[in-house]
């Protein structure tokens, strides 16, 4: 057909460029003598920010996962079909680290490294990122049972990704998952009816159904089931040692938001073999640092998104024009652009905090408390900042932004979830309160924590006697909760960039976030935000 126009003021694809050059990142590693990693980080964040990988992202979201439940001579199979996109990214992620492999690493910042390197390449596709956290993540609650420890622990900090089902001991590399909630509970995993009987050979026999089972293709689950002491965890692989499939049978694939290259099924379990993890009836306890390690990785998910979203609108600003200028260069938009990447910086800087806590709290006391409520409020307020920091960035790109094509429809669909996963809002709001009223020396660790960035912004300090005199009125602090624990996040932020930020951002932010002024939407800065700065920082390096 002969053109009937000339097609003008279109953005080129962001794409060809190092999704991992993204200021804090690095200077945060640099800052804390984690250089020595920058060179790998960028790698996965050249491949991350490829035409190639971005196009096999897109198509592990573009074909979803299929249940087969039976093969073709009806034979009861329960398994799932994956993209070979799919594969390829879990290949990547597995042989790059970002699995279990912090938990064998000889490197004080093992676990720093990993968020870097999961967060950067979780902008090529969020939902294989979900196995890899649970991979991640189960290796500490296992280790409550040093046999199996021992047997499995190789395989899941393993760099080999073996997609195929077979026996897990014989395998070089392995995948775990997490089968907790069910219909009638869904958080309140208390609430759980599956049962374990126990049998003569130390094993149980597991019977009940799971209403969110990701990633049941995993070599290896953990189950939490009653037993006569109470709720207790137990290890269930999918294939037995003797190399006969468990009795796990998925009934149905969920068709969610989003998330879509991810499977995550409802299950049934009919007298599944089991090996129970940590002691009878401490099921909840003995996941708890499971639960810690899977936040942290929500809480760098969303970091994620935010930048993700920031980058795209600061890269469609720089060269689309409207009304006779570029966007970029119009006040109100270097307002809303500027007033994202202030979220998206203060996030990524805080989840890399965390990562980085997580590597001293291996060895110190004190760091681990201040872990335990630091993880907690930021988990709720950074992944409930996400779906409104999505929005906001997807109306950047206007229309175009509202098309598939543009991939914000996706980054908007995946926002709330991290919010959902590991307690939703309430939840992890009401966790802090819990926290802090079995070991109030938790709030006075995370107090002296914030403490340590007064004394340049009166601003600040003035938001950290009103946030002390916030816990006053124990009697409603529950009803209280989200804005309580809300402050306390940002306050954290705050005091983070106070000490470690770009000065440009640590100021804008405090006067932002904490001067009383900002509006209750992005774009609504102060005259005094440098937005000259921010926008460099959030605008891509093509």
């Known amino acids: 057909m002969k053109a009937n126009h000339e097609v003008t003021n279109q953005v080129p694809p962001l794409e060809g460029y190092d999704v991992a050059n993204y200021p804090v990142i690095t200077e945060y590693l ?23 990988w971005i196009t096999v992202g897109d198509l592990a979201e573009e074909h979803p996962p299929i249940l087969e439940t039976h093969d073709r001579y009806g034979n009861r199979i329960d398994t799932v079909r994956y993209d070979p996109a799919y594969h390829r990214l879990m290949d990547v992620a597995v042989s790059r680290g970002m699995a279990g492999h912090p938990w064998a690493a000889d490197d004080s910042h093992a676990h720093l490294v990993r968020a870097a390197k999961f967060g950067v390449w979780a902008s090529v596709d969020a939902g294989h990122g979900c196995p ?44 775990a998952g997490m089968s907790m909630t069910e219909k009638q509970g869904g958080s309140d995993v208390r609430a759980n009816t599956t049962s374990a009987v126990p049998q003569g050979d130390g094993s149980y026999l597991i019977t009940g159904h799971k209403w969110f089972t990701s990633a049941p293709n995993s070599d290896l689950l953990l189950v939490l089931a009653q037993t006569p002491e109470g709720l207790s965890c137990f290890f269930v692989p999918r294939i037995l040692p003797d190399g006969s499939r468990n009795n796990i049978y998925l009934q149905r694939l969920k068709n969610k938001l989003g998330n879509h290259s991810n499977a995550s099924s409802e299950v049934e379990y009919h007298d599944a073999v089991g090996w129970m993890v940590g002691e009878p009836g401490r099921g909840v306890r003995t996941i708890i640092e499971m639960v810690n390690m899977t936040r942290l990785d929500c809480t760098t998910a969303s970091a994620a998104v935010m930048r993700n979203g920031t980058t795209a609108a600061a890269h469609h600003a720089a060269y689309r024009s409207a009304f006779g200028a570029k966007l970029v260069d119009q006040p109100l938009m270097r307002n809303v652009l500027a007033d994202l990447h202030l979220e998206a910086e203060a ?14 709290a291996l060895t110190d006391e004190h760091a681990a408390q201040l872990r335990r409520i630091s993880l907690a409020v930021s988990k709720y307020f950074i992944c409930k900042r996400a779906p409104m920091h999505a929005a906001e960035a997807l109306e950047c790109l206007g229309g175009n932004g509202y098309v598939e094509d543009s991939r914000m429809p996706r980054l908007f669909r995946e926002s709330p979830l991290m919010s959902i996963w590991e307690g939703s809002g309430n939840v992890a709001a009401l966790d802090t309160l819990r926290a802090i009223g079995r070991d109030p020396q938790t709030l006075t660790v995370f107090f002296d924590e914030l403490g340590a960035a007064t004394g340049s912004d009166a601003t600040y300090d003035g938001a950290l006697v009103a946030l002390k005199d916030s816990f006053a009125d124990a009697s409603s602090l529950e009803y209280r909760a989200r804005h309580i624990v809300g402050q306390m996040a940002t306050m954290l932020s705050a005091s983070l960039l106070i000490r470690y930020g770009h000065p440009a951002v640590a100021d804008a932010f405090t006067g932002s976030r904490l001067g009383g002024g900002w509006g209750s939407v ?19 390096k093509l």
């Open 30 to 52: 640099d800052r804390v003598g984690a250089g020595e990693a920058l060179p790998e980080l960028h790698e996965v964040g050249q491949l991350a920010g490829s035409a190639e």
């Open 132 to 175: 890899i956290s649970m991979t991640y993540a189960v290796v500490p609650a296992l280790r409550h049972n040093p046999e199996l420890a021992a047997q499995y622990e190789p395989g899941l900090t393993s760099l080999e990704y073996q997609p195929e089902l077979t026996v897990p001991a014989q395998k070089k590399g392995l995948i």
């Open 347 to 360: 996030a990524t800087l805080t989840a890399l905090w965390l990562a980085d806590l997580t590597d001293r």
């Open 522 to 540: 992005y774009g609504t800065l102060g005259a005094g935000a440098d937005t000259a700065a921010l926008v460099s920082r959030a605008t891509p």
